[in-house]
């Protein structure tokens, strides 16, 4: 066992994706969760805005039941726009009272009547962006449509 794991918070991640009617997002998500599992000493969760479960605050509840006192969530998203911005903080309780109504037209009310009950730090990171390892699946994908 680590001699440093006392003295360090018990961490769990977030990985939060969109939700979709179709299944592939969900599959995506939990295959993206489940190898970062086998590399990590945390606890791996995954969360949903809408349509699909677990929602963002059933997730995080979930991690809460490991004990953890600091929950680092990561949008799988590759750019910043209304839902990472806005609508993930606001979930997450993050906004700190700002309005919400940027006249999209999903529906997010799945998570109105869902309260997060985890009381220890909430860390909410950038997306993906444009990162160099990204750029190598991409190449994959060129390279295997030849």
């Known amino acids: 066992m680590d001699s440093n794991s006392s ?11 969109h939700g979709s009617r179709l299944p592939y997002g969900e599959e ?19 969360g949903f805005m809408n349509m699909n479960k677990p ?6 509840n979930e ?6 006192d600091k929950i680092i969530v990561t949008p ?3 750019a910043h726009g209304v839902h990472t911005k806005e609508d993930i903080p606001h979930i997450l309780g993050l906004d700190n009272g700002h309005d919400c109504s940027h006249g999209h037209s ?19 990171t950038e997306p993906l962006g444009a990162d160099s390892r990204l750029v190598d699946v991409i190449k ?7």
Do not use: M, T
């Open 7 to 17: 003295s360090k918070s018990k961490i769990g991640v977030l990985l939060v994706g």
């Open 28 to 46: 995506v998500l939990k295959g993206l969760a489940e190898i970062y599992r086998k590399n990590s000493e945390y606890p791996v969760k995954i």
């Open 55 to 60: 929602s963002i605050p059933a997730a995080i």
């Open 63 to 68: 991690l809460s039941k490991e004990n953890v």
């Open 76 to 78: 799988v998203f590759l």
């Open 106 to 124: 999903h529906n997010h009310n799945d998570e109105v009547n869902e309260e997060i009950l985890f009381d220890g730090e909430i860390i909410y």
């Open 140 to 146: 994959d994908r060129v390279n295997n449509a030849i």
